[in-house]
């Protein structure tokens, strides 16, 4: 395990001239002035932020950087995404999925994305890419932390072996539960898809991740449910609902109720607001609902948030490129959360608060957490997500495992300074 004495940075939370040291791979302290053993490397911060690593809640690795394949999506909603990604599943094999997880992951790594969770379509029955992600997993594990979750995509009751499957995959070592109630066939029949799958969850002491009420029917209620059982079975901090967005268009009265349930059962709530402002409202007008759940509302209930990639490059969003900072700064601005706190929030929805989904060991920067961190080119939070700032360096276990220079542009024009500096308004 690697030592590392990081000097001169600002931390999340304000402080500013701070070292940290890491001894073994751990945070061993933090504080100005810190003086490190001999030989022990140095990386100067030169006042920038340090913070932890991004950590992604909510994606589809199996499906990523495919997009293209077999053809594009024409019209650019969820349902022709499902359908493409149905055409796509017969013609995969895990070689060509081994290798585009393998590249994103790359992609995150050089971002400071250093942990994901990410649905695995589970209905085929070859199981082909539950075998590829499994690979996966393992030979990232020594730089990124990749939970998986064994996913219905074509609905739990709906698709013939698909619990059958999800057992089996489960069995193999897939980490959490998943469902997509919203997606069978009815209203009852996705509320009993909830129930199976928390029964299984807490049965075997596994966490669950539902893709839940992705839809801007604002009758798809089946949060409830989902908050319901999670009650029921004591899943407490353990289950999280995914999308949400039927939330957006549902009334008032109904959300007022179902805040403090989701807040009292520890429900947790994830926005993909890069794919949902651009799925959702596919069948409206003007004016054109966003979509995207409540999530000022839902932190000032007292849930936790945080903001998922779900798509790069695949058949339902054809851009992307394992930038979280992307993904707050749209969170933020779908949900106007543009208070200097708001905008903090925004920070925190894409680390700490997804690693309390994730239930990540020793996240953080407090003295005893693993040595996992991203200098970047900013001097707050704030400023990171305005800038989608550069990530200077990357460490994982107190090693620098990816570097990008710091942006600079200059100028040639007459009278003018020739360095042009972001940071400085
Ligand atoms: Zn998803």
Redesign the pocket.
Known sequence: MSDLLVRNVALPDGRANQDLLALDGRIAAVGPALVAPAGVPVLEGQGQLLAPPFVDA?F?MDATLSAGLPRVNRSGTLLEGIALWGELKPLLTQEAVVERALRYCDWAVAKGLLAIRS?VDICDDRLLVVEAMLQVRESVKPWLDLQLVAFPQDGLLRSPNALANLKRSLAMGVDVVGGIPHFERTMNDGAQSVRLLCELAAERGLRVDM?CD?SDDPLSRHVETLVGETQRLGLHDRVTG??LTSMHSMDNYYVSKLLPLMREARVHAVA?PL?NITLQGRHDSYPKRRGMTRVPELLAAGVNVGF?H??VMDPWYPLGSGDMLEVAQMGLHVAQMTSQAQMRACFDAVTVNNARILGLDGYGLEVGCHADFVLLQARDTIEAIRLRATRLAVVRRARVIARTPAARATLDLPGRPTAVDWTRP
């Open positions: 909510h589809h649905h893709h992705e995914s999308h993909n794919v998922g779900d798509c």
